[in-house]
DNA sequence: ATAAATTTTTAGTCTTGTCTAAATTTTTGA
DNA sequence: TCAAAAATTTAGACAAGACTAAAAATTTAT
């Protein structure tokens, strides 16, 4: 049985053999665990002992495939807490991530699979990373961080990276999220700048990197059609084409038993001080939800001039 | 912050306080832990310094205030822990001590408010032990063990003790469980011998000081009347008057959805070569259910003579 | 009351995981 | 190519927790 210091010493190394590091090298590992190199060279003379990784003094380290099997598998129980914490436990996706690096540490050879039956076999966590099945098969992630790619890129956000948090932190303050379209518009050394969603975003490339995207075709962008809810101005008529997939458990049911159902025509009935919560006309009902949920809900504007006759 | 260690040692110290110990000793807390005295006269200390026990050279040991409500928290999370894997991931309630004394170690200011909420704010957890409220109040158990009371008493179990598993896996072999009513017939030091739901029973008295019962009054007893359906003969009729307590979650509600509701009439269908599963008459409907399920349906048995007109 | 038995504490070690400082190896770049 | 810089390892130390053996205090039993 491994301590938990040790798992986490696989795990970091498993993540920076994703990464395109060349080698695993003392230095990388010990920058991701906030410890020492010398304390990484320890470790990892242990690590070898148990033929967990293959050493050899000077040239970084590698996982056999004996320790690979236990990374996937910490990783595994990582992201199916995660979607228990949002899903179950109604916390935010930006939350769970320190919860679950405890609770990823959990000793037991049924209980991660109990819980991915519970949730109903999730195939990604709460930030899009996909979940390793029991047999420690792990999707590609096929997308690369918005830098990569250049002006006049459409895309749609696959995964936002949560750590540092300081720069998790920064994304969350812009109101990005996971499934949005976006159209890179500049993207420099300086600066990143792209319209998503009917807004202008200006991120500094250290803070886009941590933000992965895939490319979309022209045609499969629907150019500029796809908006939040909460970008919906009075007068405007919509059609609600789905609830975002970050909105899980509780909220999303509870949305849905609102009304807020795909193909349905919504407009804005009634207006608070703070224009917050407003009232949406759904269905012939007025039903008033705050901006934090009608951000969930993705709307198509329609023209207002074609009236349905 | 504390340590794993530590908490265990409060949790040990805790225990030993709410049992009929005169003084919370070194050589106690060793044997609840499994450790030595040594060790454990080192750990005192720090807890001392700590201001979480009081604590006299050769005096034993005592929680302070603060050092109580720490226990009492790491109690209620066990608890609620071991309902949360009885109740939503299925685990039978004699599988989860181990895990819930790892998962009661988790930090979290939130976690266990909200497992609490998704829970339905449970008072007991799948032993019968009460779990302590946010506030850190505590119900008193108000039974006592079996070997407490004399011969002819009626009582109803409201614990089980599943510590030491030796003891806690034989009271599982004899097949009792919470809520279950019986009546002592026998009581000395070589032997404990009592009646429940149709079967007798004979323990060793170590076996059965760990099943706590509180006294019925005669009234209370519905004399021999009540039983398991797995108890019921073929030709004779009964009543449903219930689920047991320890059958919670999905099968619970499976078993409800199946018919087995409360007032309902029930006979022996048909019979399986090996008597497992056998099919029942539920409201004109025949349904197969295997023995392990029927044992949490608790019935009542009419007189077969008595026809309804 | 006092010797024997038991309990508790102290002293000294060991393991795990971490750190700093120093030594060694590898990489960089003039 | 070779000195300087950077990366890596080694040496030595420390804190937490646990253990054994021995010393000290307390309890028990004559
Ligand atoms: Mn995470
Ligand atoms: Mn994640
Ligand atoms: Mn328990
Ligand atoms: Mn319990």
Redesign the pocket.
Same mark, same amino acid.
């Given at each position: 049985m491994l301590?938990?210091? &040790?798992e986490?010493?696989l795990k970091a190394i498993f993540s920076i053999e994703l990464s395109n590091a060349k080698?695993v090298?003392?230095?990388?590992i010990?920058k991701n665990?906030?410890?020492?190199?010398?304390?990484?060279?320890?470790?990892?003379?242990?690590l070898a002992d148990k033929n967990l990784v293959n050493? &050899?003094?000077?040239?970084?380290v590698k996982l056999t495939s004996e320790g690979k099997e236990i990374a996937l598998n910490i990783v595994r129980s990582h992201r199916i807490w995660e979607v228990f914490l949002v899903d179950k436990l109604n916390y935010n996706w930006d939350e769970v991530h320190d919860l679950a690096e405890q609770l990823e540490h959990i000793k037991s050879t049924t209980l991660i699979d109990k819980l991915d039956k519970l949730l109903g076999f999730p195939k990604h966590d709460p930030h899009g990373d996909p979940i390793p099945t029991e047999a420690g098969e792990i999707e590609p992630i096929n997308g690369k961080p918005i830098p990569n790619f250049k002006e006049g890129t459409i895309g749609r956000i696959i995964h936002i990276e949560d750590e540092p948090e300081i720069i998790y932190k920064q994304i969350l303050a812009e109101d990005l999220h996971i499934g949005s379209q976006l159209h890179i518009v500049e993207n420099n050394e300086k600066r990143v700048v792209f319209h998503s969603e009917g807004e202008e975003y200006v991120l500094a490339p250290i803070v886009a990197n941590n933000i992965t995207i895939t490319e979309l075709l022209k045609e499969e962008f629907s150019e500029e059609k796809s908006f939040r809810l909460s970008n919906l101005k009075n007068g405007e008529e919509a059609k609600i084409i789905g609830i975002s997939r970050e909105c899980r458990g509780e909220i999303r049911r509870r949305l849905l038993d609102l009304g807020f159902v795909i193909n349905t025509k919504i407009t804005v009935d009634l207006t608070s001080p703070m224009n917050n919560p407003r009232a949406y006309l759904v269905r012939d009902t007025s039903i008033a939800i705050r901006n934090e949920q009608a951000k969930f809900i993705l709307i198509e504007k329609i023209k207002t001039h074609a009236k349905s006759h």
């Open positions: 301590s938990q210091s &040790e986490n010493y080698t090298s003392t230095t990388l010990a665990l906030s410890t020492k190199a010398s304390s990484v060279t320890d470790m990892i003379k242990k050493y &050899e003094k000077y040239k970084g």
